[in-house]
């Protein structure tokens, strides 16, 4: 993108903000893993302004309790439902800020300088975002919510190959009612090498197998997509469904504007998210054997 030229502390004629976020947000969405869309849920991201917004979340009622009906007597008295409410807040907001030597003049020597400059900035922001994500499960994993749940953890032996372990963690969603349309698997560049070795993930094909798309998928497992990214903190996978985790991000601001010493055109902005593990009996990690 082409930058006309203009003066300190004044926006290019040529530079449309709220265009730029929107192209910026797009190609965030296309680097995230931990979050994005496919791993955590979006319900609840509504108008995100900027950081210390709090988007409230009515968790979903509890269930009814099923009672036998009686032809004399009828039912039961009505059982009042309740919400579970929470809140999700806004509490990360990252920055980029970068130059470019006056585009006026050496046009053709940095032509595209400023896209990719963009790009670039996309993929850090979303890889800030998966490591905040990833910190949360990690809070998860030990303080339990409201419902006294917690995310479940499962240390794997050396001996455990992955997939094995794969199903353990599926036994365990199963367990807790979770569905099976819209669970994943996570893993670490470690764990895709060791299923490139395993028979059934290589000739995925014939247990529900996909094509292999963009944000870190790799192929499927048991109708399972498998997607890598290397923000573990130290796990080895994640296996769940969607409704584990949410998450909220928004760019709130682009500017261009000319550096007051510098004669080159700058570009900053500013992403704002939250995330929070509101289902935690629907999340499954796996840790490394903590044995040599």
């Known amino acids: 993108m082409a930058l006309t030229p203009g003066t300190n502390g004044v926006v290019n004629p040529g530079f449309v903000p709220e265009i730029y976020s929107a192209n910026l947000q797009v190609k965030l969405e296309g680097s995230l893993v931990l979050a994005s869309a496919v791993v955590a849920n979006r319900d609840f991201e509504g108008e995100v302004r900027n950081q210390g917004d709090t988007v409230n979340i009515p968790m979903e009622i509890l269930d009814p309790t099923i009672t036998p009906y009686h032809l ?174 949410t998450f909220a991000n928004q760019i709130v601001k682009t500017e261009q504007y000319r550096p007051e010493k510098y004669f080159s055109d700058a570009v900053k902005g500013l992403h704002v998210y939250g995330a929070r593990v509101i289902r935690p009996e629907a999340l499954v990690t796996v840790l490394p054997d903590p044995t040599p």
Not at 178 to 197: A, D, T
């Open 72 to 245: 004399q007597n009828g039912l039961a008295a009505p059982q009042e439902l309740t919400l579970l409410d929470t809140d999700l807040k806004i509490t990360q907001a990252d920055s980029f800020n970068f130059r470019v030597e006056d585009i006026s003049a050496v046009q053709n020597a940095v032509k595209g300088l400023v896209a990719k400059g963009q790009e670039r900035a996309s993929r850090k922001l979303a890889e800030s975002a998966d490591l905040f994500v990833s910190s949360v499960i990690t809070t998860a994993e030990t303080l339990a919510d409201s419902r006294g749940k917690t995310v479940a953890k499962i240390v794997r032996n050396n001996p455990d190959k992955a997939y094995e372990t794969i199903v353990a963690a599926n036994l365990i969603l199963d367990s807790n009612d979770v569905p099976q349309n819209g669970r994943y698997i996570v893993v670490s560049p470690k764990v895709r090498s060791e299923l490139l070795l395993d028979e059934r993930f290589i000739s995925a094909d014939k247990y529900g197998a996909g094509s292999v798309i963009v944000n870190g998928e790799v192929g499927r497992i048991l109708n399972m997509t498998v997607y890598m990214t290397t923000v573990m903190r130290g796990r080895e996978m994640l296996i769940g469904h969607q409704m584990a985790v």
